[in-house]
């Protein structure tokens, strides 16, 4: 399945390659990266654990679950830029989280991980299935 994607989109290879450039020294690492976008897999970490168990996380968990059933019907492929920033804004206006706690709750639920590359950026190369996947 990703190596069919990744061959058929010249875009998201340049996409990916912007992103990982500065993080990437050996071409070994390159499949641990391309992993990381792909994989549905949660970390049990202690800081992992400790954001999803929030309440905060729990509201942003919901909110995405709506928001990516309307994409999907849609026929979105991915998480564009501007509508995670929507979303983003929308739970911070609507919801009243702000902060670490928005944006640790997003980036938790989106990607499976408390910390990577540019939360927004990451979205456009993450194909909608497997986000599906991640938040259940």
Do not use: C
């Amino acid at each position: 399945f990703a190596v069919a994607w990744l061959l058929r989109n010249l875009y998201w290879k340049e996409k990916f390659a912007e992103l990982f450039r500065d993080k990437i020294t050996f071409f070994s690492e390159l499949p641990a990266k391309v992993d990381s976008i792909f994989s549905t897999e949660k970390p049990d970490d202690a800081e992992f654990l400790e954001i999803q168990a929030k309440e905060s996380t729990r509201v942003i968990r919901e909110f995405i679950k709506e928001k990516l059933l309307v994409l999907q019907q849609e026929g979105a492929n991915n998480i564009l830029e501007k509508v995670l920033e929507g979303w983003m804004n929308e739970v911070k206006e609507s919801k009243g989280i702000k902060g670490k706690d928005l944006f640790m709750g997003f980036r938790a639920e989106l990607t499976g991980a408390v910390h990577g590359p540019d939360l927004k950026k990451i979205m456009e190369l993450t194909p909608l299935e497997v986000v599906i996947k991640r938040v259940g």
